[in-house]
């Protein structure tokens, strides 16, 4: 504004500045390329981007029932165990109530009992032995082998007849 | 670059979604943070009220072995039968009741009654075995009973074979705890330690993995290896047995066989003994059926106590006796030791002798007069005994008795050892020293005896008498061994030997040859004590029939007492025999089962048997001409002339004067004669009706080495069709031996 208090206006000498005025509007509507409009109307789907998240996820969930699977398959597998081992546990309580009722039938007066009223055997009597007199120093060899002898077997012993 | 349209709508999408996530994931985060951190701790409880379990793991109770690892008492799982009231309901009561009636053998009306309690444990039956447990399970099964019936674990304690060893072992009670025997004894270490398993399980009562799941162990029970062995044991009882029945002993019999150097009982019966599977149950068929005829319930019951308490005790530990005569080898070896008699050192036996106003009688009528002291244990007789205790003196006599262990238990490892009872140096006046050096004064057990007669017989050392050898732990790992260090030495190895002698001389051709065996040179003595304590009310002619040995005895191995508590049969009541058979028979078989094989001296084997002379094929004639000469006779069979067979065959053992069996024919050689009885006979009347009925006899016992011995058993029965020829076995012992 121009000084009021001096002589001259001199804002009528200044070059007249113009109102600047309202720049053009610009049009609203921007007009893209047909590409672009194509590309705009359908999201760009990035493919990397997906298939990380899809391998991400299946990832993730595959660790999941992994771990669901084998927490449910461990539980399953130790009621099998301790069924198996109460199994275990009344078949060795059946096999030592057997044993004990076989032990019994066996015992030395029944199989002596058995021995000699069934079957008719006899103690072994005196008569049946052969008492032989010997002096000090001699020594008995057996003659009738029932046996095969191995070669270690038949030096040994000719080592032990060698020293006698 | 403007944003698109898509790109916002895009953003409000997200945001919507969070804002929806962050309001439903914050509910339940909120309700986390609720449950867990504020009421979890709470909630924490009452979780593991519900879902934990606590269940305790049973120990099994040890094994009981023999020395040879056979199983003489072992624990299996059994099942007690409970029935669960407050579950059942009237719809199934029925059922129920019906169903375990015929399992389990009870009244219906019994199982309905008690299935209207109000409880949840009612114990129908214990111990019930898998069978019976498998039909309750398929009953339940068939009839869909979840509730009502379950069965509870248990333990079971089992004897395999009866009564063998029952003195020994003894017996549990229903909570698996020792109540005799080594059960008792080792009690603490046949009881294992209890474990406990913490788990949780869910609703379906399947178990969960649980974090803190624990798991102790149970510790299973030590097991013991007995001293006692199978064999040895099974003779002991056999022999035992019969003397007690033969000789029809009223108050029970007993007898150990121990090893002299270690003092490992290898054998120890009582008879009138009981079954450890049925403790409660009285064994004696005679009493129970005396005791069931009592119709008044309190004296019934005192009646069955007494009679269950009887036949409980061990006899070889718990009562004390009059050893008599059998004391007689202590006596003889404290008055060798401090040098006051040799063997020869000779003594007069008038028949009595008065010793402080009482008279004390010789056994034998009219005395022995002059004998040495060898003949005076070799015919027992007491007046040199009472010579001999009065050289030993009140002082020195106790001073042995102690020495020899009489005055205190043995220590062994079983319950309910009795002491002895006996006058000390100053209470003896002249009379009780007199009767005590012969064996008729103090009152002694039977494991003191034998421990005693050890300390004779192995060089004078006194012996720890023990039933268990070793302890192991459930893995078979050795815990703890019994110490076999004797405990002290008694009377020195030259005087043990001596006594060794003279108790061989005995067993040959004394009082104690009814228990002689050829080959094995046993040593001996017998006993005869009566039971004056029974005076008091008023019963006399009471006896304690006993028999102490040892064999080999010039290396003593093996020792054995046997003795019959009141025996009235046929053979009287003198040591002799009464209690010399059992110990023949026993020793008989014991002795080459545990390596001591016989050693005839050519004067055992002279009056053993011969060799029968080879006629096959001779006359008739000439064969029994061959056959006189070598000092049988013959019996001959069939109507040919020649011999084709002969039994016993040519060079085979005969007895001798036995006879030779001659077949002349086919058809005659597949007769058979019967056995005749052979008891009761001298050794020539066993001979002759022998030889009558075509069978031959081998002799044991004193027949051997005395010419006034009666027969007594044959191992063949009187009756039984055998070929003819065939040996029988006839134990002969002395009647009229006393002590």
């Known amino acids: 504004m121009a000084n009021q208090g001096s002589a001259y206006n001199f804002e009528l000498f ?3 500045s113009h109102p600047r005025s309202a720049p053009p509007k610009r049009p609203n509507v921007i007009h893209l390329p047909k590409e672009k409009l194509e590309e705009n109307r359908r999201p760009k789907a990035k493919a990397v981007k997906l298939v990380s998240f899809l391998l991400v996820f299946a990832v993730v969930s595959g660790i999941a029932v992994t771990f669901v699977n084998g927490e ?9 165990i301790e069924s ?13 109530q057997l044993q004990i009722k076989l032990d019994s039938k066996f015992s030395m007066g029944t199989v002596e009992n058995y021995a000699s009223k069934n079957l008719g055997m006899k103690k072994t009597n005196r008569s049946q032995v052969t008492a032989v007199e010997v002096s000090k120093g001699d020594k008995s060899q057996v003659v009738a082998k029932t046996a095969v002898e191995s070669w270690l077997e038949r030096a040994w012993n000719a080592i032990k007849g060698f020293l006698s | 670059m403007a944003k698109g349209t898509t790109v916002r709508m895009w953003h409000r999408t997200v945001f919507i979604l969070i804002l929806l996530i962050a309001v439903g994931f ?22 593991m009220e519900q879902q934990l379990k606590d269940t305790t793991l049973t120990a099994k109770r040890g094994t009981i072995y023999d020395c040879n690892m056979k199983e003489l008492a072992r624990s299996a799982t059994v099942w007690d039968v409970v029935l669960e009231p407050a579950f059942i309901t009237d719809k199934d009561r029925g059922t129920i009741a019906e169903g375990l009636s015929k399992i389990l053998g009870m009244s219906k009306s019994d199982i309905i009654e008690r299935s209207k309690k109000k409880t949840y444990y009612d114990k129908l039956k214990g111990k019930v075995e898998s069978d019976v447990k498998d039909k309750i399970l398929k009953f339940k099964s068939d009839h869909n009973i979840t509730n009502g019936i379950r069965l509870v674990e248990n333990y079971k304690r089992y004897y395999p074979y009866g009564q063998f060893a029952s003195t020994v072992l003894g017996f549990t009670g229903t909570d698996s705890q020792g109540l005799a025997g080594v059960e008792a004894q080792y009690n603490s270490a046949l009881t294992g330690t209890s474990g406990r398993l913490v788990t949780a399980k869910n609703a379906v009562g399947t178990n969960m993995n649980f974090q803190y799941e624990q798991e102790v162990p149970a510790k299973d029970g030590n097991s013991l290896v007995l001293t006692i062995d199978e064999v040895v044991q099974h003779y002991v009882e056999k022999y035992l047995a019969e003397g007690a029945v033969n000789n029809k002993v009223k108050n029970r019999g007993c007898a150990i066989v121990m090893n002299v150097k270690t003092g490992a009982i290898l054998g120890m019966a009582v008879k009138g003994d009981f079954d450890p599977n049925n403790p409660f149950v009285i064994s004696d068929s005679s009493k129970k059926s005396e005791i069931d005829k009592i119709s008044d319930k309190a004296q019934k019951s005192a009646a069955t106590q007494q009679a269950l308490q009887e036949q409980w005790r061990n006899k070889c530990i718990s009562d004390t006796y009059y050893p008599g005569s059998v004391f007689k080898m202590v006596t003889g070896s404290a008055a060798m030791e401090e040098g006051l008699v040799k063997e020869n050192t000779m003594f007069n036996c008038p028949g009595y002798l008065e010793i402080g106003g009482s008279k004390i009688h010789e056994w034998h009528a009219g005395g022995f007069g002059q004998l040495s002291f060898e003949n005076g244990i070799c015919k027992s007789s007491n007046i040199v005994f009472v010579q001999v205790g009065k050289m030993l003196g009140a002082q020195l006599f106790y001073k042995y008795f102690d020495a020899f262990g009489f005055a205190d238990k043995t220590g062994i490892d079983m319950p309910g050892e009795s002491r002895s009872l006996y006058r000390t140096a100053d209470q003896m006046r002249p009379v009780d020293l007199a009767c005590a050096a012969f064996g008729q004064s103090n009152k002694i057990t039977p494991i003191q005896m034998i421990t005693a007669c050890c300390a004779v017989a192995n060089g004078g050392y006194l012996v720890q008498p023990h039933a268990v050898s070793e302890i192991l732990d459930s893995s078979g790992n050795i815990v703890k ?21 003279i108790l061989q001389k005995d067993a040959t051709s004394g009082t104690a040859k009814s228990g002689y065996i050829a080959g094995y040179r046993v040593a001996g003595k017998t006993g005869t004590s ?3 304590e029974l005076e008091a009310k008023g019963q006399t002619g009471e006896y304690i029939a006993s028999y102490c040995g040892f064999a080999p005895a010039d290396d003593p191995q093996i020792a054995m007492l046997v003795f019959y508590d009141e025996p009235h049969g046929p053979n009287g009541y003198y040591g002799s025999p009464v209690a010399g058979p059992t110990f023949l ?28 002379p080879d006629v096959v094929g001779k006359t008739v004639a000439d064969a029994k001409n061959a056959i006189s000469k070598a000092g049988f006779s013959a019996k001959v069979y069939g109507s040919g002339s020649k011999i084709i067979s002969q039994i016993p065959e040519p060079g085979k053992n005969i007895p001798k004067n036995g006879t030779v069996v001659l077949f002349t024919d086919m058809k005659s050689s597949s007769q058979t004669v019967a056995v005749p009885d052979l008891t009761n006979l001298s050794l020539s009347e066993a001979n002759e009706k022998a030889a009558d009925a075509g069978v031959n006899i081998s002799i044991e016992g004193a027949a051997l080495t005395s010419s006034s011995a009666v027969s007594s058993s044959q191992d063949v029965a009187a009756g039984t069709k055998v070929q003819p020829g065939t040996v029988v076995t006839v134990v002969f012992s002395e009647k009229n031996q006393v002590a």
């Open chain 2, 26 to 47: 914050g509910a339940v985060v909120f309700s986390l943070v609720k449950l867990q951190l504020i009421e979890g701790p709470g909630l924490q409880e009452l979780a």
């Open chain 1, 72 to 80: 449910v398959q461990l539980t399953e597998l130790s009621g099998q």
């Open chain 2, 530 to 532: 009566e039971k004056t």
């Open chain 2, 585 to 612: 028979g026993a020793m008989t078989q014991i002795l080459p089962y545990l390596g001591i094989e016989p050693k005839y001296s050519s004067e055992e084997l002279g009056k053993l048997d011969g060799k029968a």
């Open chain 2, 481 to 501: 061994t019994a110490s076999t260090a004797p405990k002290r030495q008694v009377i020195s190895g030259d005087t043990s030997k001596r006594m060794c002698k």
């Open chain 1, 14 to 16: 200044e070059p007249k």
């Open chain 1, 84 to 96: 198996a081992e109460k199994a275990l546990h009344e078949q060795q309580n059946v096999n030592s």
